[in-house]
């Protein structure tokens, strides 16, 4: 749909100017712009969200000054009052507030939910879910809103994930470091990764399932730097926080170095990595590849036993396991204890021999609360 078709609706349905912060507009001052209709209501939440997204994605693109854009603000609110102070937040253009010519607009461009943007170009477009999808992910990068752009720039995620090159994941502009909790002060430069595995772990402060996973990736991540004297394995935390306060509060504990919470970079990682739940730990290779997705739920349930926390190093564990179990064999008797033991797989016990944790197999009593390591039978 053309630019011009846009403006021979608007003045058939008698609208002579637009509105701006400074007052009255003709409507002959969008020509040769890129327009777009957004339909929105001080009322909806999600549009709440989504019109300083765009704000920033609109003041961006008309900043570089090479394709100008222009939004036409559509109110689908009930009143003026509420109009006026939606508008307010607004940098863009606005068509008059009227109920009835609101409503035929918004039938003439098939608005069924909102926010909803309306590029008025001839190119094919993304859908609605995926075009405000699309500006909350990439936001100045969306433009022009084409299906042909969004497609480049999913490409183009692809190629930074599957690269193999962690410098160009990672970092950012001229930031070549990560950050350590030491007050923001210590760095770690992100060629240090190189050769590494490396567990991107994506999760937030004020989520209770991230706060028990990060105590056992603290405790397997503490075993496996002891043993290999910090040559195998780094974990990198990329916050999904919202704001400053959150970040600070959830990576000054943390043992591990993190993308800045100013960083661009933060987002991005986790839109290339399509997060959509946290916590995550996505496991990137000694080959800078994407080794597996299922990181998180290796750590849970094997620990530092896991690494490199592989589908591949599942099964070995697995079949390990079994063998071990075959030798335990049905039950067997402790010269410490008056009834029979029985083996089996348990996620945590203590042994009540040499009091200390274990896990997977455990020789238990099915009369009493007794278990023992398979190693301390006697």
């Not at 607004?90 to 409503?103: I, N, R, T």
């Not at 039938?107 to 993304?126: A, D």
């Amino acid at each position: 749909m053309s630019d011009q078709s846009a403006l021979d609706i608007l003045a058939s349905h008698g609208v002579t100017y637009l509105l701006s912060s400074h007052g009255q507009v003709p409507l002959s001052s969008l020509e040769n712009q890129s327009i777009c209709i957004l339909f929105s209501a001080n009322w909806c939440r999600p549009c709440k969200t989504f019109v300083p997204q765009l704000a920033r994605l609109y003041e961006t693109v008309n900043a570089a000054g090479e394709h100008p854009l222009e939004i036409l603000f559509v109110s689908l609110d009930h009143d003026e009052s509420a109009f006026d102070e939606h508008f307010q937040c607004m940098p863009w253009l606005a068509v008059p507030f009227d109920v009835s010519l609101h409503g035929r607009l918004s039938k003439h461009y098939g608005v069924h939910r909102i926010p909803s943007l309306i590029p008025l170009t001839s190119e094919e477009i993304p859908g609605h879910d995926e075009l405000i999808g699309s500006i909350e992910d990439y936001g100045a990068e969306a433009f022009p809103f084409t299906k042909k752009r969004l497609e480049k720039l999913k490409m183009l995620d692809v190629s930074r994930r599957e690269s193999g090159n962690l410098e160009h994941l990672l970092a950012g502009g001229s930031r070549d470091y990560l950050l350590l909790s030491d007050g923001g002060a210590g760095r770690l430069s992100v060629s240090h990764l190189i050769g590494k595995t490396v567990g991107l772990y994506f999760g937030a402060s004020w989520s209770p399932p991230c706060s028990d996973f990060t105590q056992q990736l603290k405790e397997a991540y503490a075993e496996l730097k002891a043993a290999t004297r910090d040559r195998c394995f780094e974990v990198i935390f990329v916050s999904t926080d919202g704001d400053k306060e959150e970040f600070d509060v959830g990576t000054s504990s943390m043992p591990w170095p993190f993308i800045p919470y100013e960083d661009k970079s933060r987002k991005d990682v986790c839109r290339i990595f399509n997060i959509r739940r946290i916590p995550a730990l996505i496991i990137i290779g000694r080959d800078g590849k994407t080794a597996s997705r299922e990181g998180r739920e290796m750590v849970s349930e094997y620990g530092a036993m896991g690494y490199p926390f592989t589908e591949e190093r599942r099964r070995e564990i697995e079949e390990a396991l079994r063998k071990e179990g075959e030798k335990l064999g049905r039950e067997v008797k402790d010269a410490r204890h008056e009834h029979v033991l029985k083996p089996g797989m348990a996620k945590a016990y203590v042994c009540d021999s040499c009091k200390r944790g274990g896990r997977f197999w455990a020789l238990s009593c099915e009369d009493c609360n007794y278990d023992l390591h398979p190693t301390c039978l006697n």
